[in-house]
Nanobody, 121 residues
Framework: QPVESGGGRVENGGSRRLSCVASGHSFKTFNMGWFRQSPGKEREFVAGITWLSRKTFYADSVKDRFILSRDNEKNALYLQMIDLKPEDTAVYYC????????????????WGQGTQVTVSS
């Protein structure tokens, strides 16, 4: 089960780093990703990374502002977010999965409980 941390309130233009640590299961050979969901909207893809080639994928809305990385030794996934905007406000979910494409919710079998990120205007 992935466990997220690092959420909180940040001002417009600020930065935040989210962390995800696997609990009870090794995700070293799993693709991993971040999704987010804001009230009244569907859960959407934010960023994903494959387990073997470590190729990263980003939603257009976060490209050039968010950086995804993973540390297999620590069984961890990180999302560095800069230049945050009010529209980035959402619950952010970490996920691990064995399917493709990593941009799809259906590719992930394991989901965390989420961490709230609120960007004030």
């Amino acid at each position: 089960q992935p466990v997220e941390s690092g959420g909180g309130r940040v001002e417009n233009g600020g930065s935040r780093r989210l962390s995800c640590v696997a609990s009870g299961h090794s995700f070293k050979t799993f693709n991993m990703g971040w999704f987010r969901q804001s009230p009244g909207k569907e859960r959407e893809f934010v960023a994903g990374i494959t387990w073997l080639s470590r190729k990263t994928f980003y939603a257009d809305s976060v490209k050039d502002r968010f950086i995804l990385s993973r540390d297999n030794e620590k069984n961890a996934l990180y999302l560095q977010m800069i230049d945050l905007k009010p529209e980035d406000t959402a619950v952010y979910y970490c996920a691990a999965g064995s399917q493709f494409p990593v941009t799809s919710l259906a590719a992930y079998e394991y989901w965390g409980q989420g961490t709230q990120v609120t960007v004030s205007s």
